[in-house]
Each structure stands twice: as C-alpha cells, then as structure tokens.
C-alpha cells in the first residue's frame, strides 16, 4: 500500500518568513495530493490540493509542488502569520472514480509562527 | 451551507463495550469515509461508503463497520473496545466523481 513520509515534525519560523514542509510517497500510481490544516480540536480543514498531472499550484500565500519522478511534493508558505500556527498535514491517494481507495497521510508537521 | 457533522463530540467508553459513532455528510455529497486519528499521528483510513455500499476498507479489524443510510448519512461501529481504540474518529465527504474529501469536526472517544 502507499507510505507517505513528511519532514520535519516541528517547524519554527519568524513571523513574515516562508515555511517549507515535504513530503515524499511510496505508490507511483498515486495521482491526487492534498494538504490539510488541523487546528486544536477541530477536523482537519483542506487547504489546497493538486493533482498528478500538474507540476505547482498557487492560492494566494499558498503554493504546492509536485515532482512524480521524484515522488515528493511540497507546501510553501509565504508572509507566515500568527494564524498559519497548526498541524499540516500532507496525504496522497489513488484516485480512479470508483472512490475505493482513502487518503493516506503523513504524520503531520506542527508549524509554530514566532511573533 | 452546514459542513459535516458528527456526533457526539466526545464519549468515554470502557473496554469490551461497543460504540456508534454518526456523521452527516455535506448537503450533495454521496460519498462518506471514515478515519481513525490516534494523537500525534495522521489520520488512518477506515471505511469509505457511496450509495450506500462499502467501496473501500483499510487495514481494521471486524470489530470495526459501518453503514450509510438513504440519506447518506453514516454510522460507524466498534465493538468489544480496546484501549488502543481511543482516538479522534472523524468522518469525510465528497461529491460524487470528485476527489475532495472535507472534514467533519471528528468524535473524540476515550476507552478505560
């Protein structure tokens, strides 16, 4: 089955800086990569996704890329605010229309955004 | 619009007794999955449902099933509790042919 790996664990960056978090998959055949934002006690909150047959995808202070010969994609963040402070995590999945196969996410990665 | 919705938000349970757990998707959406997340990892993929069949199932004992009403809405159960079962279950849904799945606000279950 697939195995997604995400680095690092903790992040810690300055207020205005950019975050950076990767994540590496294991099943070639995976074609959709979402990242989720979590925040204490809630559910994890989609925050953009991008699919194989696209290489970067940008959403205001949000960006991801994707390299499928590599099998890694990433999350930028750009202009952090006290708000991006969360747990992200990133997930890939095999998607084919029947729906039969769940996401599978890496481990997360708690950002702290330092005033 | 309503997002998804779970209930109950928070359950204490002791071992050997089973639970149900319900979830309501978003308004349109036909697909529901379900997801057990032990704290400080990641979600971990339990069941999908679509029309009220099982289209996928991850790696989970019998001990865990589901099922989907007519009006999509959902049930998770676990039965004979482990320790190791609490965790923040949480319920997902998409649109039919889309791959998005969002996010209810999760039940938090706590076996002793």
């Known amino acids: 089955g697939e195995n997604v790996e995400q680095h690092p664990s903790t992040l810690s960056v300055q207020e205005g800086d950019s975050a950076v978090i990767k994540c590496t998959y294991s099943?070639?055949?995976?074609?959709?990569f979402p990242w989720y934002k979590q925040e204490l006690g809630k559910g994890p909150q989609l925050i953009i996704d991008i699919r194989s047959n696209v290489g970067e995808k940008k959403d205001q202070r949000i960006a991801v890329t994707l390299n499928k010969t590599a099998k890694h994609f990433s999350l930028h963040i750009t202009e952090t605010q006290p708000e991006d402070s969360a747990v992200y995590f990133c997930?890939?999945?095999?998607?084919?229309?029947?729906?039969?196969?769940?996401?599978?996410f890496g481990k997360g990665t708690h950002l702290i955004i330092q005033p | 619009d309503a997002g998804v919705t779970q209930s109950p938000t928070h359950l204490i349970k002791t071992r050997g007794q089973h639970v149900t757990l319900r979830c309501s998707p978003i308004s349109g959406h036909k697909s529901v999955s379900w997801y057990q997340q032990v704290l400080g990892q990641g979600p971990q993929f339990i069941f999908q449902y679509y029309e009220k069949e099982e289209r996928g199932r991850g790696n989970f004992p019998d001990r865990f099933s589901a099922r989907q009403f007519p009006n999509y809405s959902s049930e998770l159960n676990v039965n004979a509790l482990l320790l190791g079962d609490s965790a923040l279950y949480l319920c997902?849904?998409?649109?039919?042919?889309?791959?998005?799945?969002?996010f209810g606000p999760g039940t938090r279950l706590l076996v002793l």
């Open positions: 997930a890939a999945r095999l998607y084919s229309g029947g729906g039969a196969d769940g996401l599978t």
């Open positions: 099943d070639s055949a995976s074609n959709y």
């Open positions: 997902a849904s998409c649109l039919e042919g889309l791959e998005t799945q969002y």
